[in-house]
């Protein structure tokens, strides 16, 4: 799962849309959600806000849509496993009902995320086996809400898309593998290609996969900062970027949580 949580500060006359993995939007006014003043508060369950939310359907991502029904607001970009990219205003989903279709998708293809980029950004998109590909935001057309986007990435039999959102001057990316392994892109060492390409490897995996065998967490890094790395042996180990090795996109990762047997790297927060 994705490990960021979505924080950000908003107002009671914005509206959050909610995407899931199934391609609907939800519109919850943020006027409707209860104040929560008490750090022990439980909250509230995405189920008992989101109606008609079906049985296995998941947010991938949170967008806070001000007044104005998303004139003038960021385009939005939906990411799919299979490397779709759909570039579309946001305004297309202010659209006065709980539940939207938010994009068409293939067979057995679902939404990875949703991303607003800022202006000088490139888009890149880093798949679970390290392939990664950058490419201009403008070779995604803006096209309409229920349309199915184009090809951003070529992604290979078996591999799926992990990550992907947009990248620009000063950015690093972080990758961790699954044997927590660790490396440290510098996005200057990203060159930019054409859409719809197969990329190229980001993490190269030892044969005998000491260092790993996928990439199990990847996140842009604007700033430098502390994150945390979680593995399902309930490990959470805090790092700070500047502390991990800075590396080429033919490098190795090195060693920064212990993830040993079954224990494996699942995710990260930052």
Known sequence: GRGARYT?????D????????????????????EESLRPKDRGISLAGVLGGLEAGEACVAVVDMPPGDGAGQPDLFFFTRKGMVKRTPMEEYAVRRAKVAAITLGKGDEVVT???LRKKDDVFCLTNEGMLIRFPQEEAAVTGRVT?????????????LLTAGGIGPGDELMLASDRGYLKRIPEGMIDAQRRAGKGVHAFYFNKSGTNGRYVAAAW???????????TSGGQAVTLHSNDVEMQKLTDRGKPYVMA?????VTEAAW
């Open 8 to 12: 950000f500060f908003t107002e009671t």
């Open 14 to 33: 914005h509206v959050l849309l909610f995407f899931t993995q199934k391609g609907n939007c939800y519109q919850v006014p943020v006027s409707s959600l």
């Open 114 to 116: 949703v991303e607003t």
């Open 148 to 160: 199915r986007g184009v090809i951003g990435m070529k992604v290979g039999e078996g591999d799926a």
């Open 220 to 230: 842009l890094m604007e700033k430098p900062g502390e994150f945390t790395v979680l």
């Open 260 to 264: 040993l047997m079954d224990d494996v």
